[in-house]
């Protein structure tokens, strides 16, 4: 295998010990930082040029979130690292039971195109903070984003316990054939089963971050206009592709007759009368996605846009109206600027048709009545959920993201990815005196023994009578 002697280096190097200090995991957190900072530039030029991508939006979402996710974790990295202490009963009162914060070992992350910097940084800044070496497998499809993490990190991290693989499916079956500790991966529900049952062959634990149709339920007691503009900001950021966009709408006729000129003036604000010119939308990644993109536009009638070039991989911001559950854009996740409308006759009709759909990565509600947006998320099941806005809760170090379901399996973000890339190795240490405490439990056993072991292991049930 061509990664085995890299996967044994790097090995080598976590049994040593090397990556465990605190020291250590800080120095390397803030090379990352380091490598934001001096490389800004460079990675504004190369996620233009993989897709268009405004500078905006690249910094946003490719600088600042990782920095956020950085020093979140560099000003809470020692309280995260300490043992955790349980509770005893009453034999151990006078030992140490705890949780032990330990790193898996050689971890591999692999990457998706769409966001090419966020979605290596942030799962590799929990798995330096916890201690693990990493090989990290960029998308070759952002080939410019590739060509810098792969020349650019190691000038940043330690080489060894840090290695950058390129290439594409060919050379991603062959570096899982390798033995990981943990496997992270984010892309497709297709591509995330093949990594689970690779995963599998070694029984290494795996977080898959997949993707999926988002539902948005508009109600018909809303504001019009922000709906429509958060949105069009949330379903065409990044040309639609965006794992956590609003998929499609669901709303009441009546509903889609107001959205339609408050989305028509939303794009307009946002991106002028020819998206096409505007520096703020950006492209498709390659030839392949975008024509799978521009297939979908059969669907419904287009009310808004539908707009495309292929010499330029564009396709406008395009709102389609009337579509049926059977459309084509209604069978796969859209991962491109089309926002279809599928109408509903009412809120409990819109949760019976999300609910008979696969679990999402998000549910979206939006309502002036607070009821109907907890009835939403109280009677539906998704990764994450977000009331009144899109994308939003992805931005928040505090909540957990991760998917369910067909959207995927563990969570990160902040503290919780620090918890992801950790084994919380339970610890029981005893006192080697005080053997009087242990003899109820040994032979020849006695009713007396039962209970004396009953009455200091046992958990008894709170009372729940409640006084008026």
């Given at each position: 295998n061509p990664y085995a002697g890299l996967v044994s280096h790097l090995r080598a190097?976590?049994?040593?010990?090397?990556?465990?200090?605190?020291?250590?995991?800080?120095?390397?957190?803030e090379a990352l930082g380091r490598f934001l900072d001096e490389k800004k530039q460079e990675i504004l030029e190369a996620t233009d040029l993989d897709m268009g991508k405004p500078s905006f939006e690249a910094y946003f979402t490719e600088i600042l979130l990782c920095k956020n996710e950085l020093n979140n974790t560099l000003n809470n990295l020692s309280t995260w690292m300490k043992d955790e202490h349980v509770d005893k009963n009453l034999v151990m009162q006078l030992d140490s039971a705890f949780i032990r914060k330990e790193p898996y070992g050689v971890v591999l992350i692999i990457a998706p195109w769409n966001y090419p910097i966020h979605l290596v940084l942030v799962p590799l800044t929990g798995a330096i903070a916890a201690g693990n070496c990493v090989v990290i497998k960029p998308s070759e499809i952002a080939k410019n984003t590739e060509r810098l993490l792969a020349e650019m990190l190691s000038c940043y991290l330690d080489n060894d316990c840090f290695a950058v693989v390129t290439g594409g499916v060919q050379e991603s079956t062959r570096l899982l054939e390798n033995k990981f500790d943990y496997i992270f991966f984010t892309g497709s529900p297709s591509v995330g089963r093949i990594v689970m049952t690779a995963a599998a062959k070694h029984l290494t634990p795996v977080t898959l971050e997949l993707g999926g149709k988002n539902p948005c339920y508009v109600s018909d007691t809303c504001d019009v206009v922000n709906v429509a503009r958060r949105v069009v900001w949330g379903r065409f950021v990044n040309a639609g592709q965006t794992c956590i966009a609003p998929d499609y709408l669901l709303c009441t006729l009546e509903m889609q007759e107001k959205l339609m000129p408050a989305l028509r003036e939303a794009i307009t604000e946002f991106f002028g009368s020819n998206p096409q010119e505007s520096?703020?939308?950006?492209?498709?990644?390659?030839?392949?996605?975008?024509?799978?993109?521009?297939?979908?536009?059969?669907?419904?009638?287009?009310?808004i846009g539908g707009q495309t070039d292929e010499a330029e991989r564009y396709i406008a911001p395009t709102v389609l109206a009337d579509v049926q559950p059977s459309d084509p854009a209604m069978q796969e996740e859209i991962f491109g600027p089309i926002l279809p409308i599928v109408v509903v006759a009412n809120m409990d009709e819109a949760i019976d048709f999300i609910n008979a759909r696969p679990e999402p990565l998000v549910i979206y509600a939006f309502?002036?009545?607070?009821?109907?947006?907890?009835?939403?998320?109280?009677?539906?099941?998704?990764?994450?959920?977000?009331?009144?806005?899109?994308?939003?809760?992805?931005?928040?170090t505090s909540l957990p993201f991760g998917g369910i379901g067909n959207s995927g399996l563990g969570k990160y973000h902040g503290k919780f990815t620090f918890d992801t890339f950790s084994h919380h190795r339970g610890c029981l240490h005893r006192n080697m005196g005080l053997e009087t405490l242990n003899a109820p439990r040994y032979p020849p056993y006695t009713q007396q023994k039962l209970g004396l072991v009953t009455a200091t292991f046992e958990v008894k049930r709170r009372s729940t009578c409640t006084l008026l």
């Open positions: 190097s976590w049994l040593s010990g090397k990556t465990r200090p605190m020291e250590y995991r800080i120095a390397q957190l520096p703020d939308f950006g492209r498709i990644v390659g030839d392949k996605q975008f024509r799978r993109v521009r297939a979908l536009l059969c669907s419904g009638r287009v009310a309502s002036c009545d607070s009821k109907v947006v907890n009835q939403v998320l109280e009677r539906t099941s998704s990764g994450g959920f977000c009331g009144n806005d899109t994308l939003m809760h992805a931005t928040l």
